[in-house]
């Protein structure tokens, strides 16, 4: 069984540009969630795909979006970056109905 | 109000001991709880589910008090492997995992 992969694990952009993280469900898991974690805190939800639709979306503006595509594996962008996006963005995958979210290793974007 | 609160710690603790951590959660629509553990810059891992009847697994207990929207961990016979992070998480139901901040634990030889 695959677990959840991420890539890249390390990224540095620029202020003002446009970033893509991606990530692969682990194996049968047909629902991704992504997260932000900034230093010290706990993971802050920023949405779900289920069906390549957004099936749920946190406290995060318009310019975080997503896709999901038909082998259940996913995109983030975020467009416009900010020095306050810099964080680790973390990707879960589920099963529908299921509450337990399995993560991946992360990406860790650096804004400069 | 933080959703869920924890205790940041850290906690530090010699080889042996047993800890306890306590987390409060605000939503009292919350159905579904969990622990997860983080290592240093590494992703959560989930570590257990808990379930109102209270659940063990090996060293590790999980305890819920939805009259009191309380969840505890408490680990036995620490090893120097328990040293984490350890994150209390909620589901209201909706899509999102709610996390803590987390309670960080080092376990000393």
């Known amino acids: 069984e695959t677990g959840v992969t991420q890539s890249p694990t390390h990224l540095i952009k620029t202020r003002g540009q446009q970033v893509t993280l991606r990530c692969s469900s682990q194996?049968?898991?047909?629902?991704v969630s992504w997260y932000q974690q900034a230093l010290g805190q706990g993971p802050q939800f920023i949405f779900q795909?289920?069906?390549?639709?957004?099936?749920g979306r946190g406290n995060f503006p318009p310019r975080f979006s997503g896709l999901q595509f038909p082998n259940y594996s996913s995109e983030l962008n975020v467009n416009a970056l900010e020095l306050d996006d810099s964080a680790l963005y973390l990707c879960?995958?589920?099963?529908?109905?299921?509450?337990?979210?399995?993560f991946g290793p992360g990406t860790r974007l650096t804004v400069t | 109000r933080k959703e869920v609160e924890q205790d940041p710690g850290p906690f530090n603790v010699p080889e042996g001991a047993t800890v306890a951590f306590n987390c409060t959660y605000s939503?009292?629509?919350?159905?579904?709880f969990f622990w997860y553990r983080q290592d240093c810059r590494k992703e959560p891992k989930l570590l257990m589910s808990?379930?109102?009847s209270g659940n063990e697994d090996g060293r590790f207990t999980a305890q819920l008090n939805r009259a009191s929207q309380y969840i505890s961990l408490l680990i036995r016979d620490s090893k120097l492997s328990d040293s984490a992070t350890y994150l209390c998480?909620?589901?209201?139901?909706?899509?999102?995992?709610?996390f803590g901040s987390g309670t960080r634990l080092q376990v000393q030889p």
């Open positions: 939503n009292s629509a919350s159905q579904s």
């Open positions: 998480v909620v589901n209201t139901g909706r899509r999102a995992l709610t």
């Open positions: 808990v379930y109102s």
């Open positions: 795909y289920y069906r390549e639709e957004e099936n």
């Open positions: 194996s049968g898991h047909n629902t």
């Open positions: 879960a995958s589920s099963l529908r109905g299921r509450y337990e979210q399995y």
